[in-house]
């Protein structure tokens, strides 16, 4: 109950970003007016939106209950990214650098969890089982590197760092995208299965009536 009260609540916070955006947006097609606070208030429901998003993957992969660290994380990270992002949006003084290297770094955190937890959400037969320990692998050490990236010298990064974070953002897209596939191979393959099981016992059943009938009972 409380999971899916969670997820409730995620998705009307995705309503509601939603809809104060495409109203900001239609006040500004139509009167031409979007001055700082206009601005200020569509970037807030624009993070708020995007909290709802990754909030709603981890809330759907924690109403599974097949693990709880991943996506608890994740509705943390969101949040705190949350709060952090309006803050920075509202505030007009000059902001230190390691908030900015904190607030990326929690961002991260908070799209990594919730990515992991959306793959996880597919049921993979044992021929496709391999895809998530890679897509744990990639996710976990693209976030690894993006957040020492973040608290690094930009100017020092070297350039196998860079080639790194390069391979691992195509892996994890790639995996990103053939995870449903896979879902839906293995779905296929599971109906595949009952229908050779309910052929099997129908035969079966018609071979016991034709033992009961030879027996005369």
Same mark, same amino acid.
């Given at each position: 109950? *409380?999971n899916t009260n969670l997820k409730r609540i995620f998705l009307y916070l995705l309503?509601?970003? =939603?809809?104060?955006?495409?109203?900001?947006?239609?006040?500004?097609?139509?009167?031409?007016?979007?001055?700082?606070? !206009? &601005?200020?208030?569509?970037?807030?429901?624009?993070?708020?939106? +995007? &909290?709802? =998003?990754?909030?709603?993957? +981890?809330?759907?992969?924690?109403?599974?209950? #097949?693990?709880?660290?991943?996506?608890?994380?994740?509705? =943390?990270?969101? @949040?705190?990214?949350?709060?952090?992002?309006?803050?920075?949006?509202?505030?007009?003084?000059?902001?230190?650098?390691?908030?900015? #290297?904190?607030?990326?770094?929690?961002?991260?955190?908070?799209?990594? +969890?919730?990515?992991? $937890?959306?793959?996880?959400?597919?049921?993979?037969?044992? #021929?496709?089982?391999?895809? /998530?320990?890679?897509?744990?692998?990639?996710?976990? $050490?693209?976030?690894?590197?993006?957040?020492?990236?973040?608290?690094?010298?930009?100017? /020092?990064? $070297?350039?196998? @760092?860079?080639?790194?974070?390069?391979?691992?953002?195509?892996? =994890?897209?790639?995996?990103?995208?053939?995870?449903?596939?896979?879902?839906?191979?293995? #779905?296929?393959?599971?109906?595949?299965?009952?229908?050779? !099981?309910?052929?099997?016992? /129908?035969? /079966?059943? !018609? !071979?016991?009536?034709? *033992?009961? $009938?030879?027996?005369?009972?």
């Amino acid at each position: 109950m *409380q999971n899916t009260n969670l997820k409730r609540i995620f998705l009307y916070l995705l309503i509601a970003s =939603v809809g104060v955006s495409a109203l900001l947006g239609i006040g500004v097609i139509l009167f031409g007016d979007f001055g700082e606070f !206009e &601005t200020k208030i569509l970037l807030t429901a624009l993070a708020v939106c +995007c &909290t709802s =998003v990754l909030g709603l993957a +981890c809330g759907a992969f924690l109403e599974t209950g #097949r693990e709880k660290v991943v996506p608890v994380g994740g509705i =943390v990270f969101a @949040i705190l990214s949350a709060v952090l992002w309006i803050y920075l949006i509202w505030q007009d003084i000059v902001r230190a650098e390691w908030f900015v #290297r904190a607030l990326f770094s929690v961002t991260i955190l908070a799209v990594s +969890c919730s990515l992991v $937890s959306l793959l996880s959400l597919a049921r993979l037969d044992k #021929r496709f089982i391999w895809s /998530r320990y890679a897509a744990h692998v990639s996710i976990w $050490s693209l976030t690894a590197i993006l957040i020492y990236f973040s608290w690094s010298d930009f100017n /020092r990064i $070297s350039e196998l @760092i860079s080639r790194a974070i390069g391979v691992l953002s195509i892996i =994890v897209a790639a995996l990103t995208v053939v995870t449903p596939v896979f879902h839906w191979l293995s #779905r296929k393959q599971s109906a595949e299965e009952i229908d050779a !099981e309910i052929a099997r016992l /129908r035969a /079966r059943i !018609e !071979e016991l009536e034709k *033992q009961k $009938s030879n027996a005369g009972f």
